[in-house]
Each structure stands twice: as structure tokens, then as C-alpha cells.
């Protein structure tokens, strides 16, 4: 068995003498004190009596103080408990803020992106004209359209006009033509009729 350290002993004693106060070692005394008193077959010394009643009270004190600190350990461990309780009360609380937060942040990453797409399509929609204005461009064309197509329909006539005009004139050519080609057949042959009478 090897040496026992001063620490050791020390440790026992401890534990042997509860909180340090030397309740064991006063219980011992009482007890030899008890004894010797009993056993003794005379009257015991003046002052024995006295010494004994003064460690059995030293004894209750210390037994009382020690009851007292027992019931404050079981108030401050149900006193623990409470704040324990608590304190899993508000991890849980905690927790649950946590999610909600974090449901909270996605929500408003949600909002932010849905902010930007309607800020880039209105930055489009902001190029191009307002309805309003779109629909006095479209009636500004369909007033040209009306105007081009009335030109259209006046060029069209003077086509058809010139094309008749120009067929009655080819026909009138052609006419005067075949007018003067009968013309000359006539002279050409009045011709040859009068040179045979010059010959006689």
C-alpha cells in the first residue's frame, strides 16, 4: 500500500467532519465524556456536567445550522430549477423568434427582388410612349393612312385617265395615218392616171 499524501488526509478529514467546524471530533468527546460520566462510581468533578451541556449544545447548533443550510440547498436547487425552467422557456422562445425572423427575412428578400423586376420593367415601360400618347400617334397615322390612300385613289384615276387618253390619241394616230397612207394611194394613182395623157 503506498504512502498517503498530506492532500488525502486532508480530503478525509473533511469528509469525515462535515463543513470543517469539528462536529465529528465534538461528537466523539461528547460520547467519552457520556461514557467516563456513566462508568465513573463517584460524583463526577464540578464543571463536567456543565462541559458536556455545552458540546451536546454546540452539537445542536451545529446540527441546526447545518439542517438550516440543508433547507437553503433545497430552495436554492428548486430556485435552480425555476431558472432553468426559464431560461429552456426562453431558448425555445428564442428559437421560434429565430425561425419567425428568418421566415421574415426571406419574405422581405422575396419583396426586394420582386421591388427590382418592377423597377426594371418600369425603367422599360418609361421608354416607350403612354397609352394616351400612343393613341395619338396611332390616330395621326390612321389620318395619313386615310390621306395616302385618297392620293392613291386620285393617282390611280389620272393613271386610268392617261391610260384612256393615250389609247384614244395612238387610236387617233393610227387613224390619221391610215388617213394620209390613203391619202398617198390616192395621189399615187390620180398620178398615173394624168402621165398618160401628156405622152399623146
Known sequence: MGAVTDDEVIRKRLLIDGDGAGD????????????????????????FTQRMQSTLAQCEFSMGKTLMVYDMNL???????KIYTNIEQNITSAHEKIAECKKEIQRAKRIRKNRQEYDALAKVIQQHPDRHETLKQLEALDKELQQLSQIKENVDDKLELRKKQFHVLLSTIQELQQTLENDEKSDNDDNSQESPVENE
Open 24 to 47: 465529528d471530533r465534538r461528537i466523539n468527546v461528547l460520547l467519552k465524556s457520556f461514557t467516563k460520566w456513566c462508568n465513573s462510581p463517584g460524583t463526577p468533578e464540578e464543571g
Open 75 to 81: 430552495r436554492e436547487m428548486e430556485n435552480y430549477e
